[in-house]
């Protein structure tokens, strides 16, 4: 079992940044492997970076050069950080893990076994 906590939502002008914060939490010694998606109201569920154990990362194409996933293994925390905001980017965004037993995760949510309850993040234009 793994609880996952976000944080570092807030309202930002266009133009701002925000950094999220999503804290594991498990009574498992066992990796996990971890990703952002975010979801608008109407729309479906998108995934937006993940981060797999070999350090690699991926982006959905809107968010290429302005945001930027990591994770600090000692704290067992995950970080999205995000610049440039745009009001597009008005989303709930989620934070999402499943244990490494995958070669490589992406970003499709059919991959995580867990997910966060949410951090709203709104940019105003």
């Known amino acids: 079992q793994v609880q996952l906590v976000e944080s570092g939502g807030g309202s930002v002008q266009a133009g701002g940044s925000l950094r999220l914060s999503c804290a594991a939490f498990?009574?498992?010694?066992?990796?996990?492997?971890m990703g952002w998606f975010r979801q608008a109201p109407g729309k479906e569920r998108e995934g937006v970076a993940n981060?797999?154990?070999?350090?690699?990362?991926s982006y959905a194409d809107s968010v290429k050069g302005r945001f930027t996933i990591s994770l600090d293994n000692a704290k067992n925390t995950l970080y999205l950080q995000m610049n440039s905001l745009k009001p597009e980017d008005t989303a709930m965004y989620y934070c999402a893990a499943d244990w490494c037993h995958k070669t490589k995760y992406g970003l499709r949510s059919y991959e995580y076994m867990y997910w966060g309850q949410g951090t709203q993040v709104t940019v105003s234009s």
């Open positions: 498990t009574y498992a010694y066992s990796s996990i492997c």
């Open positions: 981060i797999n154990s070999d350090g690699s990362t």
